[in-house]
């Protein structure tokens, strides 16, 4: 069947407009026709590829597989379309609904505890790369899309991945529909490649017949992807009285691309420049009066051709001039140009300049001075002023293009490149590095520059923190395997002390019992745990073992022997050898030319010496008479600890340098104190339990890192702000007192 028996349709949404219904339903159907070549011209490439590795395969295993895709594919793909097309009609049937809106990557519930399969992440990886590959190409068709859908629903602009024919709504369906053409998962990304070549390499002219469609239909016909951008003109003498008509786009201003702004957040320009002027009265009232008698102001013109220079030479490029203002360096290069010498910046411009100095003074704070995160902030920095003094929306908009770009290269550097790891990520780091020489070379007043550099990184971290997320996951897993192996084998050899403790026996049976036998003990209780009858089944051998030679049945016992003795590595033939002198039954008798059996002396070496499973893995738990009592302070650091959610950013001193490395508190076990300390990338540090973490605190070399909210950008802005309004306040305290 096409449909399952539940999946939700158009037809169901009572809820919609009939006219939205209806428009929605044309929409499936231009998705069905323009999908269906694509489509069979992607199956047609999936057909002649599995037959190419089927006849370039000299016979085995391959050609099998690739032959049997071959015939299922065949088979299935007569239905794959109408499969695909319902589940896209459950997308558009679910508009508008948060719990209708499946995510192309969820793939899996957040509860399940299974180590991820290499392959199974390929897959989704390969999915995400073909979904935002796709959006940053056809980014202008899906914003226009996205707007139009949400009239059609009455809802605030959808985001991308909510858009019911968007780049990862149609991947999730393609994974879904390519689930039941019953290939393996090699053949499935096989697919998913000529899918990328066929269907998403004609994303752009799908998305502009989409939204042709509404457009001719009357849905938001006018839009464009511009807004207006205010001229620069000069700043009133006023701000506080102008504050309002200062926000009113002109008319005949020249349209600049818009970047999917925000609404502008506060606080307002006019808020700024009465800031500015208060600290600038605070700090220095004589110069601000002298200022204002200024005779000649520089134009923008004059300022971008001085920045641009500026940005031109190698100091600025390289960034080798960290926390330097620009202030000095441009005003003589303005000085030069003039021709008497004497130029002054305008109130705005100055304000914007201002701004950018004290908002690096914050970030210079947050990031690592040895990093490399204040390099890249000064090689940004003439950029970032040239886009401040033409466009005052880089202050006042959260996710400008600007912002954003020099957010994601600063939390990149300080998170990712981190020169305390063993493995520096140079690739990342020439990464980075790209991205800032690019804009500095490329960059001239055109945004799309930022914008398109913001975009590709932000995606290149998204996938990093992606293998970040799966390796902490499958360090955490291991983590708790450890802690429970160590548990069980504390366990057993608690059972096997206790029973060894009432009992006098031969060296020989008790090295079996302390390291193989007790190794099986472990093994049953992972796997049973202590209520099981196989655990007290091989309590209940070591009893008879030890106990009454009249009382027990030696066969039986025999057999329970051997079989735990095999189960963990011992070799069948010495399992048996092992057991007889162990229960003083007679060995085997040696036939002619055949080795005889070991003696009671050498098995006793070869139990004694054996390697157990996992050992140097699993570290031995310090013995506990040596362990020091933990001090007041020490043990209200380890109560902190242990009340702390897992994933908590803790601060470690790395040396007496005072080198610092920030590290995730991946996962602990209150009872035994045992932890798992990540980096960003999810990779495990030198174990370390709670106590010494704890110890650590007390001594002031670990501390816990609060929780940020926003980006490094917002929070470097937020104390920026919280600065000049004290500035404010103290002026406004003092004329109320005069």
Known sequence: MDKQPHMPTLADRSDLAPRARHLLAQQLAECDGLL???????????????????????????????????REVKRTRPRFQGRLMALLERRFAGIGRSDEAPRATARHSSDDLTLVDPHEFDESMALDDLSTRTELHAGNALFDLCHRYAVLVATPPLESDALPPGPHALASVLSEAAQDLGLAREHRLLFYRLCD??????????YARLNEHLKTAGILPDLKNYLPRRPPAARPPHPEANAGASETPDASAPIAPAINFTAPAEPRMGELHALLDARRRALNPEAEAAAAQSAQFASMPQLQEALAALQAMPSHKNGTQPGARLNDELMSTLRRNAQDGAVQLQPEHRDAMDLIDLLYDQLLNETRSEGIAQQLLTSLQVPLLRVALADSNFFTVR??????????????????????????????NQRLHRSVKRVVDEYQGDLGVIEREADDLDAHVKQIARRAEIAERRHVEAAQGRDRLQDARAAAGKAIDKRLAKHKTTPLVRAMLENAWSDALTLTLLRDGEHSEAWRRRLAAVDQLLGSPVQRDDARLAADLNHGLTQVGLQATEADQITRYALELPQPRATPGSTPPPSQTELLIRLKSRHKPDEGEVPAAPATPHKLALTPSEKRALESLKNLPFGSWLEFTLNQQGQKAARKLAWYAPSSGRCLVVNARGSATPERSLEQIARMMARGQVRVLPNQDGGMIDRAWNALMAGLRKFSRTNENTETAA
């Open 36 to 70: 269906d070549p694509l489509l069979r011209n992607a199956m047609d490439d999936l057909e002649h590829e599995l037959f190419r590795i089927a006849e370039q395969s000299s016979g085995g295993q391959a050609q099998h597989e690739a032959l049997e895709a071959l």
């Open 197 to 206: 070549r066929r269907l998403f390499g004609a994303a752009e002219s799908f």
């Open 399 to 428: 996710n400008h293009p600007a912002r954003r770009l020099l957010n994601l290269v600063l939390e990149t550097a300080n998170l990712w490149l981190d020169r305390s790891e063993e493995k520096f990520d140079t690739a990342l």
